[in-house]
């Protein structure tokens, strides 16, 4: 079945530090991959996305490339700040069925 | 922007009550999910509706039951709540079943069983 496994936090992290947190997966077929974000009291919600290999998502200066011979969707961002502290969940799509998320890696970010 | 309501931010109930959770989207999606959430264990999906009075198991519906009498309304059902119910509940809607890529998620309710 589908999966997804994502390195385990929490994640801290001064500000303008880098930041990857690694996502990999196994699927049938060619999934699209995601990675969401959930701020403090809040639901999750969309960050990026890319629907086929070599494709890179990007958003809010977060990037991940979609890397089929990894089977991996690591999610970068070149200097992070204290707003970004969150939890951010990996996630995969695979044909016409529910999303599949990952454990989510809580990040904090201190000034 | 597509609003979608979870009826109660926090809830405490007793063991054995029966418990409805209530969820509402206002953007005419035809899918809707819910979902638990726990430290450690991320979200895992309880039951999910690609149309009204339609349902599928997710990967943990024991416990639980839903309904979906009308599109925009979702409702999930803890026939006889017990302690290990205790979690966040995340209700999520999206378009339909060919673009149910983007989930727009509730803010979620903090259940507690006692």
């Known amino acids: 079945g589908n999966s997804v496994t994502q390195m385990e936090g929490p994640v801290t992290l001064s500000e303008e530090a880098f930041l990857t947190i690694n996502c990999t997966y196994t699927?049938?077929?060619?999934?699209?991959l995601f990675w969401y974000v959930q701020y403090p009291g809040e639901g999750l919600q969309l960050l990026l996305k890319?629907?086929?290999?070599?494709d890179k998502g990007s958003n809010k200066g977060f990037e991940a490339t979609y890397r089929k011979e990894t089977t991996s969707f690591h999610l970068e961002k070149g200097s992070v700040q204290v707003s970004d502290s969150a939890v951010y969940f990996c996630?995969?799509?695979?044909?016409?069925?529910?999303?599949?998320f990952g454990k989510g890696t809580r990040l904090s970010v201190i000034a | 922007d597509v609003k979608v309501t979870q009826s109660s931010r926090y809830l405490v109930k007793r063991t054995g009550e029966k418990v409805f959770l209530e969820c509402v989207q206002d953007?005419?999606?035809?899918?809707m999910f819910w979902y638990r959430q726990d430290p450690g264990l991320g979200l895992r999906l309880i039951y999910f509706?690609?149309?009204?009075?339609?349902?599928e198991k997710g990967d943990i519906p024991e416990g639980y039951s839903v309904s979906r009498e009308k599109k925009e309304r979702f409702s999930l059902i803890l026939e006889s709540a017990s302690t290990n119910q205790t979690s966040m509940y995340l209700c999520?809607?999206?378009?339909?079943?060919?673009?149910?890529?983007?989930?727009?998620f509730g803010s979620g309710t903090q259940l507690s069983v006692l």
């Open positions: 890319a629907t086929k290999a070599d």
């Open positions: 699927a049938t077929g060619y999934p699209s």
């Open positions: 953007m005419d999606h035809e899918n």
């Open positions: 509706s690609y149309d009204v009075k339609m349902k």
């Open positions: 999520a809607s999206s378009y339909d079943r060919f673009t149910n890529e983007k989930l727009f």
């Open positions: 996630a995969l799509n695979s044909g016409n069925t529910p999303l599949v």
